[in-house]
T-cell receptor, first 113, second 114 residues
Framework: DTEVTQTPKHLVMGMTNKKSLKCEQH?????MYWYKQKAKKPPELMFV???????INESVPSRFSPECPNSSLLNLHLHALQPEDSALYLC????????????FGEGSRLTVL | AQSVTQLDSQVPVFEEAPVELRCNYS??????LFWYVQYPNQGLQLLLK??????LVKGINGFEAEFNKSQTSFHLRKPSVHISDTAEYFCAVRELNTGNQFYFGTGTSLTVIP
């Protein structure tokens, strides 16, 4: 299984809502990532978890809250978002200790009204 | 930190013509190099990667890339493009032994013209 699965594929939320994005992989990867991508732009790193511990936080606003419950799951909790947070949110995973590529999910398209 | 440059933001090319998408990176430290393709409303899919060994790397869909250490480049090529190759292409770099950080170029939008 070489897939990274993200749910939901589409999400529309108001600025006062609380929602979560979910990501799952069963490749035994111990590094998991959240990226934010705007149209025609490269993915922008938000968070990296390594062995279920947060290892990189790219100064992301606190209205985005990551969580790694176990080695296969990664969540991104969303609260009080702004319209400019509308984007494609990509989850990825990679081997942590050996060289290798990022495996990406299909993304969650988020629209904040 | 690495800087990854994709000088060509848009590349139009006629169907069945060859294409080269350029990628240069900044650091002279040992790196792993990747090319990803992104079709509309999808995630990024790995086209090919250079980890070590032969500097000419072959990937999926007929793409290949050549690693040039002296020029810190990793240009992507295809001898004959198809309409289905129309997509966004990203070059990415991962430094050896510096953890899980990947650096992406700004992307090249390839449009294949019938």
């Amino acid at each position: 299984d070489t897939e990274v699965t993200q749910t939901p594929k589409h999400l529309v939320m108001g600025m006062t809502n609380k929602k979560s994005l979910k990501c799952e992989q069963h490749m035994g990867h111990r590094a998991m990532y959240w990226y934010k991508q705007k149209a025609k732009k490269p993915p922008e790193l938000m968070f990296v978890y390594s062995y279920e511990k947060l290892s990189i936080n790219e100064s992301v606003p606190s209205r985005f809250s990551p969580e790694c419950p176990n080695s296969s799951l990664l969540n991104l909790h969303l609260h009080a978002l702004q319209p400019e947070d509308s984007a494609l949110y990509l989850c990825a995973s990679s081997q942590s200790s050996n060289p290798g590529e990022l495996f990406f999910g299909e993304g969650s398209r988020l629209t904040v009204l | 930190a690495q800087s990854v440059t994709q000088l060509d933001s848009q590349v139009p090319v006629f169907e069945e013509a060859p294409v080269e998408l350029r990628c240069n990176y900044s650091s002279s430290v040992s790196v792993y190099l990747f090319w990803y393709v992104q079709y509309p409303n999808q995630g990024l899919q790995l086209l090919l990667k250079y980890l070590s060994g032969s500097t000419l790397v072959k990937g999926i869909n007929g793409f290949e890339a050549e690693f040039n250490k002296s020029q810190t480049s990793f240009h992507l090529r295809k001898p004959s493009v198809h309409i289905s190759d129309t997509a966004e292409y990203f070059c990415a770099v991962r430094e050896l032994n510096t953890g899980n950080q990947f650096y992406f170029g700004t992307g090249t939008s390839l449009t294949v013209i019938p």
